[in-house]
């Protein structure tokens, strides 16, 4: 007899893209929106039983960004980050703040300053671990480099930024001090369709 796997609990990212709705309209300020959403991305990706399969898959060569979410008004955009064994970014910044909440497996991050007109690590390497919140943001620390923390496994983070991220003029640099620009876009096509509540029994 075969078990078929419960569909996702897509009721948990409406749930938060509702509340989060709600912050971006009354809190328009870093600090008081980061320290409100904090707790509301830490309930998310405390329970890995909601994100939708599209928005899990890795690729063999590169580290995935698919859309969740986009906000229309460009106040905050939700991506899944799903790293590959062994993956990793260039050193970047984002130009706006972001939370990082970890959902699957693990990713380690590394701050860095320029110092000299080089890219120096900054502090020690940090893990996020399953239910663990970091943040960036260009009014603290938003330069790094992250890694999937597995080389035999795939992660997953789920990335909420201060605008629709995906657009955002960013650069990427070498630690000799070089930088370009990129605007990184998404991964997939489509966005996952969690809005279909027919079978959930309507509103
Ligand atoms: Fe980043």
């Known amino acids: 007899m075969s078990i078929t796997p419960s569909a996702p609990n897509y009721a948990r990212l409406r749930h938060f893209l509702t509340e989060f709705s709600r912050l971006v309209e009354h809190f328009h300020q870093e600090k008081p929106l980061l320290e409100k959403g904090h707790p509301l991305l830490s309930e998310l990706v405390r329970h890995d039983d909601w994100l939708p399969a599209a928005a899990a898959v890795p690729h063999p060569q590169h580290y995935q960004q698919h859309l969740l979410y986009a906000d229309p008004q460009g106040r905050f955009s939700v991506v899944s980050f799903v790293w590959g064994p062994g993956q990793q970014t260039p050193i970047h910044n984002h130009g706006v703040w972001g939370m990082i909440g970890m959902l699957r497996g693990a990713e380690h991050s590394q701050f860095y300053a320029k110092v000299k007109g080089k890219w120096v690590a900054e502090g020690e390497a940090t893990t996020l671990n399953?239910?663990?919140?970091?943040?960036?943001?260009?009014?603290?620390?938003?330069?790094?480099?992250?890694?999937?923390?597995?080389?035999?496994?795939?992660?997953?983070?789920?990335?909420?930024?201060?605008?629709?991220?995906?657009a955002v003029h960013r650069r990427v640099f070498t630690p000799n001090g070089s930088d370009k620009p990129f605007i990184s876009g998404y991964s997939s096509a489509f966005i996952p369709n969690i809005w279909d509540l027919s079978k959930e029994g309507g509103i």
Not at 132 to 137: C, F, P
Not at 138 to 147: E, R
Not at 154 to 163: K, L, Q, T
């Open 130 to 166: 399953p239910g663990e919140i970091a943040t960036v943001s260009p009014n603290a620390q938003d330069v790094h480099q992250v890694s999937n923390a597995f080389t035999d496994r795939v992660s997953i983070s789920i990335h909420v930024y201060g605008a629709n991220i995906g």
